[in-house]
């Protein structure tokens, strides 16, 4: 061997396992991307069984991959959808198994209005192909509902609002179902309180509005945005009881306006949809009667008017009777004459017939001789034929007796169980009318009475046992009595004392 030649050469790099260079690089990526915040748009999303989402982060030259734990997609406010412009936050990691990195996300928001309203286009457009925006399917509003439910906040100045119009309009009943009207919260409360009502029995202890409203003020896109999601619009379109969709102000639209049965520009104006004007309706009941008397009167007096001219139409009296009378007249002159001549020709009849007493005495012997033969027969020949019929007579009825007695007794037990049937069938439906009619006007004099208008907050002043309108009233009086709705409160007057 050469002693000047090179000897091997020997490699110091060190080495490494698989799995120790991907902890490494790991580590290396989680420590310098332990938060970022990233911007793209959604590509690929996947939702599987485990409730974790798989979704891709792209521009136009690169792609990240992400991945949202079970955990976070369950608080997310806004879901991720392909093609939505979005800002992921969260840190880089890498996946050992496929050799790759990836963005864990904790949060994710859409990149902007102009995202908000691409998410919303894509929505309605959906949901439009689904036909839950048809006019077809909208259901018409009671005209004068008894309960209506109120879906919003309980705090906020929209309840106030509504209730103070629907005692000026006309008074109801009124059910709120309080919600989160903004937030993470909104959507599920929102849509709960709808399918909530809808599951109420009518007339039960907590009986189900016949009206819905879902309300809430003015705001931004993101502060209404509760009212966009799916899982509202879809609770509002399977409502059975007709709903009133009154959110933000007049220019402000969202996905429950659409699907709504009638969408109201502000909560107020919600309340007015709902329910007429009470003094309205009197004035047109009572415009309604005035007519109805007019029509009456008009409709008399020109049955009245056509009855003159008809009669004037008819003949006279005596018109009528001028052919009669003249043809008795006639018949009268005739009269006599008839007579005499009627007389005079049985007189000469008479004459002609020459009866003698001597005829007459033989005729009369011969006719009683006929008789009393024809008595002496006539006897024993009805005694025979009375007992032929009688044994007859007998034996039919004793053959018929009894089937004659038991078919009539059968018709006539059929015939009366058939009075009884109708007797008890319309004793029964007078009755239930009778207890419906009776309802109805308990209920509405429980609504035009005085009582009702105590328990809203007004009061009655009497003075000396008389209501009193009016101030000088209530200084002349010598006592003074307030009533409210749970009882009277007599007033002592400093100034009489």
């Known amino acids: 061997m050469d002693l000047f030649d090179d000897p091997a050469p020997v490699d110091n790099t060190p080495e490494f396992s698989v799995s120790e260079i991907s902890g490494a ?9 332990s938060h970022v915040r990233v911007r793209g748009e959604v590509g690929r999303v996947s939702r599987p069984g485990s409730g974790h989402i798989y979704l891709d982060l ?11 734990w079970k955990g976070r997609a369950q608080g997310l406010a806004h879901r991720p959808e392909e093609g939505m412009e979005v800002i992921a936050t969260g840190k880089l990691t890498t996946f050992p198994g496929q050799s790759k990195y990836q963005m864990v996300i904790e949060d994710i928001v859409p990149a902007g209005a102009g995202a908000l309203m691409a998410m919303l286009e894509a929505r309605k457009k959906a949901l439009a192909a689904e036909g839950l925006f048809a006019p077809e399917r909208k259901k018409p509003l009671p005209y004068l509902p008894e309960i209506i439910g109120v879906i919003t906040s309980p705090s906020g100045a929209v309840i106030r609002d509504i209730l103070h119009r629907l005692r000026d309009r006309f008074p109801r009943k009124v059910l709120v179902w309080p919600v ?86 502000t909560p107020t104006a919600a309340a007015e949809l709902a329910v007429p004007v009470r003094m309205e309706l009197l004035g047109w009941v009572d415009q309604q009667g ?18 003159r001219d008809l009669g004037r139409a008819l003949p006279q009296v005596e018109t009528l009777v001028e052919g009669p009378r003249q043809r008795l007249d006639f018949l009268a002159d005739r009269l006599p004459n008839a007579l005499r001549n009627a007389a005079a020709q049985k007189r000469l009849q008479m004459s002609e017939a020459a009866l003698r007493p001597g005829i007459l005495t033989r005729k009369l012997a011969e006719d009683g001789r006929r008789l009393d033969s024809l008595g002496n027969r006539l006897v024993p020949a009805l005694q025979r034929r009375s007992r032929d019929a009688t044994q007859q007579l007998e034996g039919a009825c004793r053959g018929l007796r009894a089937a004659v007695l038991q078919d009539r007794v059968s018709r006539n037990r059929d015939r009366l169980d058939g009075v009884v049937r109708r007797l008890a069938d319309r004793a029964s439906r007078q009755q239930a009318e009778r207890l419906a009619r009776l309802v109805a006007l308990d209920r509405l004099r429980e609504t035009l009475g005085y009582v009702e208008t105590l328990r809203r907050g007004y009061a009655v002043v009497r003075g000396d046992g008389a209501v009193v309108t009016g101030l000088a009233a209530a200084n002349a009086a010598s006592t003074l009595e307030i009533e409210f709705a749970d009882g009277r409160l007599p007033v002592v007057r400093g100034d009489r004392a």
């Not at 792209?58 to 990240?64: G, N, S, Y």
């Not at 896109?221 to 379109?237: P, S, T, Y």
Request: aromatic share 4%; hydrophobic share 45%; proline share 5%.
């Open 290 to 307: 005035s007519r109805l008397r007019r029509a009456l009167s008009v409709g008399v007096q020109q049955r009245q008017q056509r009855l």
């Open 58 to 68: 792209k521009d136009d030259r690169a792609v990240l991959a992400g991945v949202i």
């Open 25 to 33: 690089v790991k580590k290396a990526i989680e420590g310098g991307f």
């Open 180 to 265: 989160a009207v903004q937030g993470q919260k909104c959507a599920p409360d929102v849509a709960a309180a709808i399918a909530g009502f809808n599951r109420l029995t009518p007339g039960g202890a907590l009986p189900r509005p016949d009206l819905l409203i879902v309300a809430r003020g003015g705001g931004s896109l993101e502060d209404l945005w509760g009212f966009n999601e799916e899982i509202v619009a879809r609770a509002a379109a399977a409502s059975d009881i007709p709903l009133i969709s009154a959110v933000g102000h007049e220019t402000d639209t969202t996905l429950i306006d659409f699907v709504a049965d009638m969408r109201a520009p």
